[in-house]
């Protein structure tokens, strides 16, 4: 059916690269170029004759949008799925208008340089105009809109599990369950132990970026922010058992405000141990987490890509993750006059994640909704022009296709509210 360039070779791409091949009626070729050119020729090598998806690789630095241009130019792909990291996200874009190819990726744009006078301008009017101070947001992604419209094509925002299916979870709940939705709990749980005393589960700069930044929620038609790691709340999760998580600031808590009519109330929660707080905050206190370059020895260096580069890589955590995730959506609202709650949640095993496609389940949640997110603009199920996230698309053949390709997801009518 269709011809895809996938940029990035890291732990979600590398799911998302399998699951393409395991489904090659969809995608008959594939291209995967990531900067460093040998993680693509290795993992192709790998796949080659076990698949009828005919692969090849490039080498591209989808910082330069030029040779990104250049790349499409050559390969003529129907699609490119960004799974590189999200400062990519505008470069890609770019190329993707200049060539008129659809695009999709799974983490919102933010820059890596977060002294840049010219986004730090943009950035304070934001934190003191919309009253949140997370790096991230969808507004530099949104104003495409307009351009990828008249272009005629689409961009697919975020479809990894969250953001991405927790956004199918609250429009299948809109659509299925409720006539008006009052509140959402988004709860990641990770009952996952890898056995380190300190390590993240995708990339560790834009994992700890996003943990450390003070918290907020979405209440009454505003932000309310909060520090980081301020609220916390024990839950006892399915097939997990009793967690603590605390309250983060998430990027679907934006689309999802603007999207889901009416709602009151949306908040973000996602479980860490003590021992990954307990480092998290070493690091930040001795200044391991900042991202302004530092004079060492004559040598600029950026201390959390030195501290990335002492950490496991999130890739390697597979043959020694061992636990399950627990990651879904707690809904409060009405339906037919009457008050009414309903839980949508998906159970994954890491080592089932391990054995089926050699990555632990952070990944494997990640990657399987890209490569179902790319078979909707493929097929032609998601297709209109312009720039949109998950939820703004018919959830149904999205989560029939989660449920057939990995991440089959359970109901509850009963669940326990987090207070
Ligand atoms: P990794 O660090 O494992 O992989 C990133 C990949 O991108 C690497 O192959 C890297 O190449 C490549 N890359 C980085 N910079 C460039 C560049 N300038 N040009 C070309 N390739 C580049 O990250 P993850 O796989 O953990 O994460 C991938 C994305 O998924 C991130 O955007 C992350 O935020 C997102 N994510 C989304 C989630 C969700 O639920 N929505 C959950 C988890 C992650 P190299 O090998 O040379 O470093």
Request: charged content about 25%; glycine content about 8%; overall charge negative.
């Amino acid at each position: 059916m269709g011809r895809v360039l996938i940029i990035g070779c890291g732990g979600v791409a590398s799911v998302a690269i399998r699951k393409c091949c395991q489904n090659s009626e969809v995608f008959e070729e594939i291209m995967i170029a990531s900067r460093t050119k040998s993680k693509c020729d290795a993992l192709k090598e790998k796949l080659d004759g076990t698949t009828d998806t005919e692969i090849t690789t490039a080498q591209v630095d989808a910082d330069n949008m030029e040779e990104v241009v250049a790349l499409i130019k050559s390969y003529q792909p129907d699609l490119v799925m960004n799974i590189a990291l999200p400062y990519q996200d505008l470069t890609i874009m770019d190329a993707c208008l200049a060539c008129g190819v659809n695009y999709m990726d799974t983490a919102n744009y933010e820059p890596e340089d977060i002294e840049d006078p010219a986004w730090r301008a943009v950035y304070d009017r934001r934190c003191r105009e919309e009253g949140f101070s997370a790096y991230f947001d969808y507004s530099w992604q949104w104003a495409y809109r307009k351009k990828f419209e008249e272009a005629g094509i689409t961009a697919l925002l975020g479809s990894g599990f969250d953001p991405g299916v927790t956004q199918a979870y609250c429009a299948y709940a809109l659509k299925h369950e409720f006539d008006e939705i009052d509140t959402i709990d988004i709860l990641d749980c990770n009952g996952g132990d890898h056995g380190y005393a300190f390590a993240t589960n995708f990339n560790p700069e834009i994992n700890l970026r996003e943990v450390s930044a003070p918290g907020s929620y979405w209440e009454d038609g505003h932000w309310v922010e909060v520090p980081a790691m301020s609220i916390r709340r024990t839950y006892h999760f399915d097939q997990v058992g009793a967690k603590d998580m605390y309250l983060l600031h998430h990027e679907e808590i934006e689309s999802l405000a603007k999207n889901i009519p009416g709602v009151k109330r949306i908040r973000f929660f996602m479980t860490f141990g003590q021992s990954y707080l307990d480092h998290m905050r070493c690091l930040e206190d001795v200044g391991m987490l900042s991202t302004a370059p530092i004079d060492y020895e004559g040598r600029q260096i950026v201390p959390i890509q030195f501290l990335k580069a002492l950490l496991p890589d999130p890739a390697s955590l597979g043959p020694r993750t061992t636990g399950k995730t627990n990651i879904g959506c707690i809904f409060t609202g009405k339906k037919d006059g009457r008050d009414k709650t309903y839980y949508l949640y998906n159970v994954c095993d890491h080592q089932e994640c391990y054995r089926e496609v050699g990555s632990q389940a952070i990944s494997y949640t990640t990657g399987v909704p890209a490569m179902v997110g790319a078979m909707m603009l493929l097929n032609g199920n998601w297709n209109k022009p312009g720039v949109f996230t998950v939820e703004e698309f018919d959830p149904d053949p999205y989560m029939e296709a989660l449920n057939k390709w990995g991440l089959p997801w359970q109901e509850s009518y009963d669940p326990v509210l987090v207070d």
